[in-house]
């Protein structure tokens, strides 16, 4: 089985795509296997960038033989030319919290009529194999912002992201139909059809 070291030291993150990954080649380990994630700048443009550079920084710390995998993702609104897009956890600023980090999206698409509030949650993945080659994959989930923010699951702009074909946002629909629609899972899919 192949060891794949994800770029987090997050052991909920870690079992969340060892769940996506199912019953794939793939045995799933955090960083702290590693000693833990190094610190990264990320100071790429896009979100395939920031994961790649993850990847790359977590190299220097993996056992030979294994796998890298890093991601990034945010949301992207089209009224806002794709903001907050690689800044989505910071859009308030560098310590803003989530409930923060909605009200300044609301505020600012408090002029947008509802027909124009689209937008798309996207998610990069970055795999390196244990040759040093470089794999990217891409998810997304379209849908709407919402005028207000509505339930108590899920996190970050949850609570105002309607998935199309749905009338409630992720934080109402709950953990099991947004794991369904992610944008996560959408890029690991892609992952799992890749021969590699």
């Known amino acids: 089985m192949k060891q794949l070291i994800l770029a987090s030291g997050n052991a909920h993150k870690a079992e969340e795509f060892a769940q996506l990954l199912g019953t794939s080649?793939?045995?799933v380990h955090s960083a702290a296997i590693c000693g833990g994630m190094p610190?990264?700048?990320?100071?790429?443009?896009?979100?395939?960038?920031?994961?790649?550079?993850?990847?790359?920084?977590l190299r220097a710390a993996a056992p030979p033989g294994a796998w890298l995998l890093a991601d990034?993702?945010?949301?992207?609104?089209?009224?806002?030319?794709?903001?907050?897009?690689?800044?989505?956890?910071?859009y308030a600023g560098p310590q803003a919290t989530d409930a923060a980090n909605v009200a300044k999206?609301?505020?600012?698409?408090?002029?947008?009529?509802?027909?124009?509030?689209?937008a798309r949650f996207r998610c990069a993945l970055c795999l390196i194999d244990p040759e040093g080659?470089?794999?990217?994959?891409?998810?997304?989930?379209?849908?709407?912002?919402?005028?207000?923010?509505?339930?108590s699951s899920g996190f970050g702009y949850d609570p105002v992201f309607i998935p199309d074909g749905y009338d409630q946002c992720f934080a109402e629909l709950g953990e099991v139909v947004k794991a369904q629609l992610s944008h996560r899972a959408r890029a690991v899919a892609a992952l799992r059809r890749t021969e590699l």
């Open 25 to 27: 080649d793939f045995q």
């Open 39 to 57: 610190p990264v700048e990320e100071t790429g443009q896009t979100f395939a960038a920031n994961a790649q550079l993850k990847a790359g920084a």
């Open 72 to 90: 990034d993702s945010g949301l992207e609104v089209d009224a806002l030319d794709g903001a907050p897009g690689i800044y989505s956890a910071r």
């Open 105 to 118: 999206l609301l505020v600012a698409l408090s002029e947008v009529p509802t027909v124009r509030r689209t």
């Open 133 to 151: 080659r470089i794999h990217h994959f891409d998810g997304t989930c379209e849908g709407r912002i919402s005028h207000r923010p509505t339930g």
